[in-house]
């Protein structure tokens, strides 16, 4: 996600089992400390804590962040790979956290392209059971809805038919409600901020949602109804 732009629980069990078969926080407290802080809140209230980064983050440090779960930016377009990808790939897997990997899309270019593109920078790296794959999408690119709408759902079924799994789609809420009609197949992972962790409703034409991302400092911030075990379950074989 582009922290330059804003972006609008989880499934519930029928989601994951749909999927199986193929705030900024004002305070002085360091980014560890309210990592902490939000992943006992979290664990409270029976969700599960993940965050997502990218090379913005570099150097973030897995080990203290209290996420049980990570999802990383992986690539952008149809050239761009993430500089710090590979580093936040492996720490995760050596944590033992269940990790993602993201695409950030952009439907002005073709997205069989993009899809083999991601999957390439992917399949270069270690693979494991349970490892997720997710399409990001909050541009246009100057499409129309139809257009955008149609992309996505190429590159998404492009990515299921060469990995057997299904992946995750990522958006604000206002721009899933808008662009996300007929994907609701696909576990929704959903940016909306200004409400608590877990309370948001499901748009368009999705009946749950599998994670939601409701803050993004001190880093982007994620809760799941999903425990780890059902999130792996939502990944590769």
Same mark, same amino acid.
């Given at each position: 996600?582009?922290?330059?732009?804003?972006?609008? #629980?989880? &499934?519930?069990?029928?989601?994951?089992?749909?999927?199986?078969?193929?705030? &900024?926080?004002?305070?002085?407290?360091?980014?560890?400390?309210?990592?902490?802080?939000?992943?006992? !809140?979290?664990?409270?209230?029976?969700?599960?804590?993940?965050?997502?980064?990218?090379?913005?983050?570099?150097?973030?440090? $897995?080990?203290?962040?209290?996420?049980?779960?990570?999802?990383?930016?992986?690539?952008?377009?149809? !050239? +761009?790979?993430?500089?710090?990808?590979?580093?936040? $790939?492996?720490?995760?897997? @050596?944590?033992?956290?269940? +990790?993602?990997?993201?695409?950030?899309?952009?439907?002005?270019?073709?997205?069989?392209?993009? @899809?083999?593109?991601?999957?390439?920078?992917?399949? +270069?790296?270690?693979?494991?059971?349970?490892?997720?794959?997710?399409?990001?999408?909050? !541009?246009?690119?100057? *499409?129309?809805?139809?257009?955008?709408?149609? $992309?996505?759902?190429? $590159?998404?079924?492009?990515?299921?038919?060469?990995?057997?799994?299904?992946?995750?789609?990522?958006?604000?809420?206002?721009?899933?409600?808008?662009? &996300?009609?007929?994907?609701?197949?696909?576990? #929704?992972?959903?940016?909306?901020? &200004?409400?608590?962790?877990?309370?948001? !409703?499901?748009?368009?034409?999705?009946?749950?949602?599998?994670?939601?991302?409701?803050?993004?400092?001190?880093?982007?911030?994620?809760?799941?109804?999903?425990?780890?075990?059902?999130?792996?379950?939502?990944? *590769? +074989?």
């Amino acid at each position: 996600m582009q922290p330059n732009v804003k972006k609008l #629980l989880a &499934g519930a069990l029928l989601a994951a089992t749909a999927a199986a078969p193929a705030l &900024g926080l004002a305070s002085t407290a360091t980014p560890a400390q309210a990592s902490t802080a939000v992943q006992a !809140t979290v664990h409270a209230d029976g969700l599960t804590y993940g965050q997502d980064v990218s090379h913005y983050q570099p150097d973030h440090d $897995w080990a203290a962040s209290g996420a049980a779960f990570g999802i990383v930016k992986a690539t952008e377009g149809a !050239t +761009r790979v993430d500089a710090s990808f590979a580093r936040h $790939w492996a720490d995760l897997g @050596a944590k033992g956290k269940v +990790r993602g990997a993201y695409h950030y899309g952009h439907p002005s270019n073709d997205p069989i392209a993009e @899809a083999d593109h991601f999957l390439s920078a992917v399949n +270069r790296q270690p693979a494991a059971k349970g490892d997720l794959l997710a399409l990001d999408l909050e !541009t246009t690119d100057g *499409r129309s809805v139809t257009e955008v709408n149609a $992309w996505a759902k190429t $590159w998404l079924a492009h990515v299921q038919a060469k990995t057997g799994i299904t992946p995750l789609f990522y958006s604000g809420w206002n721009f899933a409600d808008e662009y &996300g009609r007929g994907l609701q197949q696909y576990p #929704l992972w959903v940016a909306r901020y &200004g409400v608590g962790p877990g309370s948001v !409703t499901a748009p368009a034409d999705w009946k749950s949602w599998t994670i939601h991302q409701y803050a993004d400092a001190p880093v982007d911030q994620n809760v799941s109804a999903l425990t780890a075990a059902q999130l792996r379950a939502l990944g *590769r +074989r």
